[in-house]
């Protein structure tokens, strides 16, 4: 099984609304990723998480909140949206530390700020 | 900086026909290289990795080959069919995740495969 398994797969929120996306992996992977994709544009880094500790964060804004519960399990608490926070989210997980090191990536969820 | 390039950013081809999709990178220090394909908002779907020390992968069709020396990987599909059509991705790491590695996408070829 190589699923990476996102929810909801559609958003609609006000920019006072609080969401939250989750992600889902069985895979036995230690690194979990997000990355936000706009139309057209290639993946974008937001978080990676290395054994459920958070190892990089590039420099998101703190309305975008991260956590990651369990090893399997990442989520992304989201507050105070802009519209230009509009975009595919995508959560991607990676195989542990001396192996392969690829990446597998869910359906992402598609956010819709108003 | 590590700076990924595709060319060329769209193509289209006839049903049938064997094609090859181009990926540079600038710096030869990568972990590994991973091809992509992504369907209209869809995820991206691993299709092939190569890892530093690998010259080429096979996957039925597909065929990925890497020179880390000159930067560049290839993406060879052959005997196209219309269900190839979609985005394809490369992208390249420097280090594993626990060292800060993370990947670096280059901005795609949007495939057309006409029936």
């Known amino acids: 099984d190589t699923e990476v398994t996102q929810t909801p797969k559609h958003l609609v929120m006000g920019m006072t609304n609080k969401k939250s996306l989750k992600c889902e992996q069985h895979?036995?992977?230690?690194?979990m990723y997000w990355y936000k994709q706009k139309a057209k544009k290639p993946p974008e880094l937001m978080f990676v998480?290395?054994?459920?500790?958070?190892?990089i964060n590039e420099s998101v804004p703190s309305r975008f909140s991260p956590e990651c519960p369990n090893s399997s399990l990442l989520n992304l608490h989201l507050h105070a949206l802009q519209p230009e926070d509009s975009a595919l989210y995508l959560c991607?997980?990676?195989?542990?530390?001396?192996?392969?090191?690829?990446?597998?990536f869910g359906e992402g969820s598609r956010l819709t700020v108003l | 900086k590590q700076e990924v390039t595709q060319i060329p950013a769209a193509l289209s081809v006839p049903e049938g026909e064997n094609l090859v999709l181009n990926c540079s990178f600038t710096d030869s220090a990568i972990y590994n290289l991973q091809w992509f394909r992504q369907d209209p908002g869809k995820g991206l779907t691993s299709l092939l990795l190569i890892q530093s020390s690998q010259r080429e992968q096979t996957s039925g069709r597909l065929n990925a080959s890497l020179d880390k020396s000159s930067g560049r990987s290839t993406l060879y599909i052959a005997a196209s069919q219309p269900g190839d059509s979609a985005t394809y991705l490369c992208?390249?790491?420097?280090?594993?995740?626990?060292?800060?590695?993370?990947?670096?996408f280059g901005q795609g070829t949007e495939l057309s495969v006409k029936p």
């Open positions: 991607a997980s990676s195989t542990p530390t001396g192996t392969s090191g690829e990446l597998f």
């Open positions: 998480y290395s054994y459920e500790k958070l190892s």
């Open positions: 992208a390249v790491r420097r280090t594993i995740y626990n060292q800060g590695g993370k990947l670096i």
């Open positions: 895979m036995g992977h230690r690194a």
